[in-house]
């Protein structure tokens, strides 16, 4: 019954050469005004799986070439994958929508394009003792409305985050940054520049985490309230706001001329390069690249890895990677058949073959996951392996915990019941979810795949309805903090940092009892060795088949200048220019 990877058919080339076709309709659409050049043909080498062998072929198509943008536009545009859910930096958990906040606001910290922390609003931080941080606050820091920042909006920013229900708008709900904040219990005012943190224990990544959360004015928030703020927001970053659409589609600022200077440590001195930045979504990577290609935009976030090499080989595009921070799952409901049984997640794990999926989906750009945790993460288990593609172990498995094809149909059942069961995605998943639908129908399993959208298939994930679900979850701290909570912790409705990501309904007891522990242990041997007993009994209990850490794709008009990506995807335009 078991087809061997020699004899697989085609699985994934339908997904990658369906986005490459839905690029080139759009992009050699006739585009307004008429091109001024003639159209030069573009090459673009595909990889595909044929009859089980990796195979590349060469593709030339015409792309007509249209003007640049006006030489003299000086507001950047950043083209997302996502729209931002919100303007307030007290209330999300949400790629997109810091990029937007962090060039809006700023932290006691900041973050450089890899893991490196540095000052930001603070100008010195010293630890008292292992539980009493001292932060002194730069002086001369001006909120967007002329007011100066003070230690009464550090206090007040933290205390909003830390206080249950202090989130007003649209409804009383604390924020979902409070995981951030660790054990910190209670702040203290010294003067006007100096703040004391009170910790109720030891706080070993308390910088990485501190990143996390940016300061906003205390007596403007009182003033207008949250909705009044979500209207208006008011920050000390180097651009404020001007505009947004309705749902934050389009999102318009400008360059802040008071801005205070920013981290003396990257090099930030004054106000911004440009004039203002525009944020703007175009969830279709297709349209995304059609518009950089247009000069419509600038920036364009999440290149899918098939058409990496076409934008290489375009003049006036470069395209940038770095590693990231965002580790890929097939999370598994382990309380809804058939994956309440560990055996079939087990299973699961031997039945993919990742190094396919990294070289045919992600143009041989990504890393296997042995296990939860990011290779990157500071905490990453340096033992654990990835498991092996082993479809013969996948079915020694399947068939211990009864599921054999017991009629010859090529398909798997347990007392005459098919196995079968719906892969739920998120629209820039869909591809990678139909290559793993396609793996497991190989083994006799019938998968079916449904896309929705994230904000609506989360209530559902969280109250364990779903079967499976495939996704990423960010891994930004470069350390468990901040994230293995998020992910493996019992969702436990009313702290907005446990199991909030825990998409698998998975609940073990030990395994809070570490991941808590953790968290404000300060010897670095001991917290070691809790957080590799929880990565191995995560290992053996299997809540998803651990597939893949991909590598960052983004790219920008050669105008666009003294810019990278970040790991964590976070885009900070203080340095950025706009060449002529």
Same mark, same amino acid.
């Given at each position: 019954m078991f087809k061997t990877r020699q004899r697989r058919k085609t699985i994934f080339n339908i997904g990658v050469l369906a986005l490459v076709l839905v690029f080139f309709v759009t992009a050699c659409a006739p585009a307004t005004p008429e091109p001024v050049d003639t159209p030069e043909p573009q090459t673009i080498i595909i990889t595909e799986l044929v009859e089980g062998e990796i195979v590349e072929r060469t593709v030339v198509v015409p792309v007509e070439v249209t003007p640049e943008a006006p030489p003299g536009r000086q507001t950047i545009i950043v083209a997302l994958a996502r729209t931002p859910l919100t303007l307030d930096p007290a209330d999300y958990s949400h790629r997109e929508t810091e990029n937007v906040i962090r060039n809006m606001f700023d932290g006691l910290v900041t973050r450089d394009t890899r893991s490196g922390v540095h000052l930001e609003i603070a100008e010195s931080m010293e630890w008292?003792?292992?539980?009493?941080?001292?932060?002194? *606050?730069?002086?001369?820091?001006?909120?967007?409305?002329?007011?100066?920042?003070?230690?009464?909006?550090?206090?007040?920013?933290?205390?909003? =985050?830390?206080?249950?229900?202090?989130?007003?708008?649209?409804?009383?709900?604390?924020?979902?940054?409070?995981?951030?904040?660790?054990?910190? /219990?209670?702040?203290?005012?010294?003067? /006007?520049?100096?703040?004391?943190?009170?910790?109720?224990?030891?706080?070993?990544?308390?910088?990485?985490?501190?990143?996390?959360?940016?300061?906003i004015p205390m007596d403007y928030m009182e003033e207008v309230g949250a909705e009044g703020f979500l209207n208006n927001p008011v920050g000390t970053g180097p651009f404020k706001f001007v505009s947004a659409t309705a749902g934050y589609d389009e999102i318009v600022l400008q360059r802040f001329d008071d801005y205070w200077g920013g981290a003396p440590t990257l090099d930030r001195d004054g106000p911004a390069c440009v004039e203002g930045a525009v944020?703007? @979504?175009?969830?279709?990577?297709?349209? +995304?690249?059609?518009?950089?290609?247009?000069?419509?935009?600038?920036?364009?976030?999440?290149?899918?890895?098939?058409?990496?090499?076409?934008?290489? #080989?375009?003049?006036?595009?470069?395209?940038? @990677?770095?590693?990231?921070?965002?580790? =890929?799952?097939? #999370?598994?409901? !382990?309380?809804?058949?058939? %994956?309440? /049984?560990?055996?079939?997640?087990?299973?699961?794990?031997?039945?993919?073959?990742?190094?396919?999926? =990294?070289?045919?989906?992600?143009?041989?750009?990504? #890393?296997?996951?042995?296990?939860?945790?990011s290779p990157l993460n500071s905490m990453a288990h340096p033992d654990l392996e990835p498991y092996p593609y082993d479809p013969e172990r996948a079915l020694e498995l399947l068939a211990d915990a009864g599921w054999e094809d017991t009629n010859d149909d090529g398909m798997l059942d347990r007392n005459g019941v098919p196995m079968a069961f719906t892969l739920d995605s998120p629209p820039e998943m869909a591809a990678l979810a139909?290559?793993?639908?396609?793996?497991?129908?190989?083994?006799? =399993?019938? &998968?079916?795949?449904?896309?929705?959208?994230?904000? !609506?298939?989360?209530? *559902?994930? +969280?109250?364990?309805?779903? #079967?499976?679900? &495939?996704?990423?979850?960010?891994?930004?701290? %470069?350390?468990?903090?901040?994230?293995?909570?998020?992910?493996?912790? @019992?969702? @436990?409705?009313?702290?907005?940092?446990?199991?909030?990501?825990?998409?698998?309904?998975?609940?073990?007891?030990?395994?809070?009892?570490?991941?808590?522990?953790?968290?404000?242990?300060?010897?670095?041997?001991?917290?070691?060795?809790?957080?590799?007993?929880?990565?191995?009994?995560?290992?053996?209990?299997?809540p998803a088949a651990f597939l893949l850490l991909p590598d960052v794709f983004e790219a920008a008009s050669d105008r666009v200048q003294n810019w990278e990506p970040a790991s964590d995807s976070r885009i900070n335009l203080h340095n950025v220019c706009l060449g002529p």
């Open positions: 008292l003792d292992e539980t009493t941080l001292e932060v002194k *606050l730069r002086q001369g820091v001006m909120f967007h409305n002329g007011e100066e920042l003070t230690a009464d909006d550090v206090i007040y920013t933290y205390e909003r =985050i830390l206080t249950d229900d202090a989130i007003e708008y649209p409804e009383p709900h604390s924020s979902p940054r409070r995981g951030f904040l660790g054990p910190m /219990d209670s702040l203290e005012k010294i003067d /006007d520049y100096t703040v004391l943190i009170n910790f109720r224990s030891p706080w070993p990544v308390w910088d990485q985490l501190l990143v996390h959360n940016q300061i944020f703007r @979504t175009i969830p279709e990577a297709s349209t +995304r690249v059609a518009a950089l290609l247009a000069g419509e935009v600038d920036i364009i976030a999440e290149v899918p890895p098939e058409l990496v090499r076409l934008l290489e #080989q375009t003049p006036g595009v470069e395209v940038y @990677t770095a590693p990231s921070t965002r580790p =890929i799952w097939m #999370q598994m409901n !382990v309380t809804l058949a058939p %994956f309440d /049984d560990v055996r079939v997640r087990q299973a699961m794990n031997y039945a993919i073959d990742v190094d396919l999926l =990294i070289e045919t989906l992600y143009n041989g750009r990504g #890393q296997p996951l042995a296990g939860v945790l139909e290559a793993l639908a396609g793996m497991l129908r190989e083994l006799g =399993i019938d &998968v079916s795949v449904r896309v929705w959208e994230y904000g !609506v298939v989360l209530p *559902l994930l +969280r109250a364990g309805e779903r #079967q499976a679900y &495939v996704s990423d979850w960010g891994d930004s701290t %470069f350390t468990p903090p901040g994230h293995i909570e998020a992910k493996w912790h @019992t969702y @436990t409705e009313g702290v907005a940092y446990w199991g909030r990501g825990n998409f698998s309904s998975y609940s073990n007891e030990r395994v809070d009892e570490l991941i808590q522990a953790g968290e404000t242990e300060a010897d670095l041997e001991t917290r070691q060795a809790m957080y590799y007993e929880v990565q191995e009994i995560l290992y053996e209990e299997a």
